[in-house]
T-cell receptor, first 109, second 113 residues
Framework: GESVGLHLPTLSVQEGDNSIINCAYSNSASDYFIWYKQESGKGPQFIIDIRSNMDKRQGQRVTVLLNKTVKHLSLQIAATQPGDSAVYFC????????FGKGTMLLVSP | KAGVTQTPRYLIKTRGQQVTLSCSPISGHRSVSWYQQTPGQGLQFLFE???????NKGNFPGRFSGRQFSNSRSEMNVSTLELGDSALYLC????????????FGPGTRLTVL
């Protein structure tokens, strides 16, 4: 998702739903991608990563999909829980990390 | 293993002053990167240090500087503070430089009045 300043795109889901957060990246030379979760008052927390030689990687309740053709990254969260509420950032890197603007995920019980 | 620690957690300064922020990486990590986070610009890369050498630098003015010590601890300094320097300053450490997982500290919230 794209965002401007304070107006982060927001995804609102119900507890138990599956969530999909999207990200477009800009550098075709980027070869490593990370999703981070940031809760209020905390630093970003690593969720899952993927290298450019893969198109899918699964973790615990999370899956990252990479489409290099259209420079698109997505994070899927299964059975979303209230504790998943946070801002989610994608980051791309070739040598330094470049972060997207973030998407706010709100999970209602 | 202890995580990345940053001190101080909160800081209030006035315009024109300078400030030094400190970061202690995870034990064994040799790379430390600094980021500035603001509502308007999001997370922006400041610089990276590896083995006491600056490896990469973001697009920030020369008022922003840093250094790394032999124990991998890092400091960043901002001189002649401006109101626009108010931000959350995040430090991240990793085992190696380049494309690998970075672990973030809680950040230092700097307010410039």
């Amino acid at each position: 998702g794209e965002s401007v300043g304070l107006h982060l795109p927001t995804l609102s889901v119900q507890e138990g739903d599956n969530s999909i957060i999207n990200c477009a990246y800009s550098n075709s030379a980027s070869d490593y991608f990370i999703w981070y979760k940031q809760e209020s008052g905390k630093g970003p927390q690593f969720i899952i990563d993927i290298r450019s030689n893969m198109d899918k990687r699964q973790g615990q309740r999370v899956t990252v999909l990479l489409n290099k053709t259209v420079k698109h990254l997505s994070l899927q969260i299964a059975a979303t829980q209230p504790g998943d509420s946070a801002v989610y950032f994608c980051a791309e890197t070739h040598s330094t990390l470049t972060f997207g603007k973030g998407t706010m995920l709100l999970v209602s019980p | 293993k202890a995580g990345v620690t940053q001190t101080p957690r909160y800081l209030i300064k006035t315009r024109g002053q300078q400030v030094t922020l400190s970061c202690s990486p995870i034990s064994g990590h040799r790379s430390v990167s600094w980021y500035q986070q603001t509502p308007g610009q999001g997370l922006q890369f400041l610089f990276e240090y590896f083995s006491e050498t600056q490896r990469n630098k973001g697009n920030f003015p020369g008022r922003f500087s840093g250094r790394q010590f032999s124990n991998s601890r890092s400091e960043m300094n901002v001189s002649t503070l401006e109101l626009g320097d108010s931000a959350l300053y995040l430090c991240a450490s990793s085992t190696w430089t380049g494309a690998n997982e970075q672990f973030f500290g809680p950040g230092t919230r700097l307010t410039v009045l």
